[in-house]
């Protein structure tokens, strides 16, 4: 189920509620008991018992109370996290400076490297130092989905290999879009010992 955004706002409402003391809210926050009842059922928050309501010091007229728990905390976080925008322009001087070009892949692509780097202690070829970070600091491009790496002449040499397995395995597309866009091309051999 998708939140929609009454129930984002139920749940920044019950966070908020946690610097109170007991670190709970009831009606007086001015959300609907229901909004909470349906964050309830998926986990996302926890309702008092009713005979424990009084007890909670949010009133007398206070018919109900809730707070958070860890997955609805976490769904926050989550969430602040999926809707933060990635830096317009990743590259530095440094990347620049540090011999690196900007490589572009698509999500297909990325998940073949993903693979690649995850296969790493099983290969007699594996990946060159430095990739898997190089992965790690990969940003998705808003327009057009794809993401920007900047690699060194040594790991797109070795993003060409992984595209090479993928080709003899798989599919060839992400070895002929690496070399037709990036002029990399692995040619088996080039290990051989």
């Not at 309702?47 to 609805?72: H, S, Y």
């Not at 990635?86 to 990347?95: E, I, R, W």
């Not at 620049?96 to 892949?105: H, Q, T």
Request: net charge neutral; aromatic share 6%.
């Amino acid at each position: 189920m998708r939140l929609r955004a009454e129930h984002w706002e139920a749940l920044r409402t019950a966070a908020a509620g946690e610097a109170a003391e007991q670190g709970w809210v009831g009606p007086a926050c001015g959300i609907s008991a229901a909004v909470f009842r349906g964050l309830a059922s998926l986990g996302l928050c926890e309702m008092a018992p009713p005979e424990q309501v009084p007890a909670l010091g949010l009133g007398r007229q206070a018919g109900w109370a809730v707070r958070l728990t860890d997955d609805g905390h976490d769904a926050l976080v989550y969430e602040a996290l999926r809707n933060a925008t990635p830096p317009a322009n990743p590259a530095t001087a440094s990347d620049a400076d540090a011999g690196r070009r900007r490589v572009g892949l698509s999500p297909v692509d990325m998940l073949v490297l993903r693979r690649y780097v995850a296969a790493a202690a099983a290969l007699r070829s594996p990946p060159v130092k430095g990739l898997e970070k190089a992965l790690l600091d990969a940003v998705q491009e808003a327009q057009g989905g794809r993401y920007v790496l900047w690699l060194t002449e040594q790991e797109v040499a070795s993003v060409a290999r992984a595209f090479f397995l993928e080709r003899i395995s798989g599919t060839s597309a992400s070895a002929n879009r690496l070399g037709r866009e990036h002029g990399a091309i692995y040619q088996s051999g080039q290990n051989a010992r």
